[in-house]
């Protein structure tokens, strides 16, 4: 029985070897890049969701605030003119 000769790699096939290797860790660590990039643009996507609707929310209450002050001052403005009526009338 003959002992099997050992493989042996040429120098070219080592280089190409290890330019495969080195593009397939690229590859892993780009995929593990873009998806720690896709995670964080979901994260700033919800964010900015909360954002919109706190600014929705003070929206509606300025505009409420709005008509309410617009009722007072219509109040104050009548106010104003019972209290000029009465003193003509003194």
């Known amino acids: 029985m003959t002992t099997p000769k050992p493989v042996t790699l040429d120098r070219t096939t080592k280089v190409n070897v290890g330019i495969l290797v080195t593009l397939l860790a690229s590859t ?3 995929a593990a890049y873009l998806t720690t990039m896709n995670t964080n643009v ?3 996507t ?3 969701g909360e954002v919109k609707q706190a600014i929705d929310r003070i929206t509606v ?3 409420h605030d709005g ?3 617009a009722v007072l001052q219509a109040l104050v403005q009548t106010l104003d003119r019972r209290v000029a009526d009465l003193e003509k009338s003194k």
């Open 46 to 48: 919800k964010s900015l």
């Open 28 to 30: 892993g660590g780009g």
């Open 67 to 69: 008509k309410s002050l």
């Open 42 to 44: 979901l994260g700033v």
């Open 61 to 63: 209450q300025l505009q």
